[in-house]
């Protein structure tokens, strides 16, 4: 048995995770260090023969000879059920407790694909759709990763929901968990450029503030007039300055992260 040992901040727990899963770990280990920074601990049953090492170089990696371990137990005791929000609860698949009462259970796989549900972001957005969803709507999640936003919307009463990511490999891993949640959105590989104008009562995204401000325009051009955006991704200081675009907008703030609920007025654009 090998462990191989890698130093992050916190955002980038999501991508360095699923690295790790794609690299064939049987289980992760999360420890928060004593200066704030992020310890993942991967088991192997043996040394990759790729070398993880050059490719992580800038996570000071660190392998080790490890006696038996059953790593799939420390996986499963890393990642427990959390409550989020007024009413949610997020469990991975092997949680097999019910939710907690009055609580909506949202299953999620850590490690598949960007968004576990541990990322602030992930977090303020899911609280957001939690606040502002209505049932019966439609809802478009772009650069949707692991699925965690629609499903969510599902769960929470919406009428239909589109999961799109240019990722095709993030959309295969986040149709396991639809199944799982029992949900079925529509699957787009592609971006809201290929989605028509007006056709979504909210739209959210969880992508970097580089990206979003890419692809502002069709964010807002899908919404409906009266519909909502929910958009988050960046840092506290990035949102302060997209939150300049959209002065009526409603901000939150976790951890030095910042996430935006614009509500698309008819003539609101950019």
């Known amino acids: 048995m090998y462990s191989l040992e890698l130093t992050c901040s916190e955002e980038d727990v999501d991508l360095l995770t699923a690295e790790l899963w794609e690299a064939g770990t049987i289980g992760i280990r999360e420890v928060q260090a004593e200066d704030g920074?992020?310890?993942?601990?991967?088991?192997?049953?043996?040394?990759?023969?790729?070398?993880l090492e050059t490719r992580l170089g800038g996570?000071?990696?660190?392998w080790r000879k490890e006696e038996d371990i059953d790593w799939v137990e420390r996986t499963h005791q890393s990642w427990p059920?959390?409550?989020?929000?007024?009413?949610?609860?997020?469990?991975?698949?092997?949680?097999?407790?019910?939710?907690?009462?009055d609580r909506v259970r949202i299953v999620q796989t850590p490690g598949m694909a960007c968004g576990t549900g541990e990322h602030p972001c992930t977090q303020l957005a899911l609280e957001a759709l939690e606040r502002t969803l209505r049932a019966?709507?439609?809802?478009?999640?772009?650069?949707?990763?692991?699925?965690?936003l629609t499903s969510a919307a599902l769960l929470l009463g919406?009428?239909?929901?589109?999961?799109?990511?240019?990722?095709?490999?993030?959309?295969?891993?986040?149709?396991?968990?639809?199944?799982?949640?029992?949900?079925?959105?529509?699957?787009?590989?592609?971006?809201?450029?290929?989605?028509?104008?007006?056709?979504?009562?909210?739209?959210?995204a969880n992508i970097s503030a580089t990206v979003l401000l890419s692809i502002l325009d069709d964010l807002l051009r899908i919404t409906k007039p009266g519909g909502v955006l929910i958009l988050t991704g960046f840092t506290e200081p990035e949102c302060a300055t997209i939150q300049e675009m959209f002065p009526d907008s409603k901000s939150s703030r976790r951890d030095g992260w910042g996430c935006l609920e614009i509500f698309k007025r008819d003539n609101l654009s950019r």
């Open 158 to 204: 919406a009428r239909t929901a589109l999961a799109a990511d240019i990722d095709e490999s993030a959309m295969d891993f986040a149709q396991q968990d639809f199944r799982l949640n029992n949900v079925a959105p529509l699957l787009l590989a592609g971006s809201a450029d290929s989605l028509a104008g007006d056709a979504f009562d909210l739209t959210v």
């Open 59 to 62: 996570y000071a990696p660190k």
């Open 81 to 101: 059920g959390r409550m989020v929000g007024e009413g949610l609860y997020l469990c991975p698949p092997w949680a097999i407790a019910n939710a907690p009462p």
């Open 37 to 51: 920074r992020i310890l993942l601990i991967a088991g192997f049953a043996e040394q990759p023969r790729f070398d």
């Open 136 to 148: 019966g709507w439609s809802v478009a999640d772009i650069g949707s990763g692991s699925g965690i």
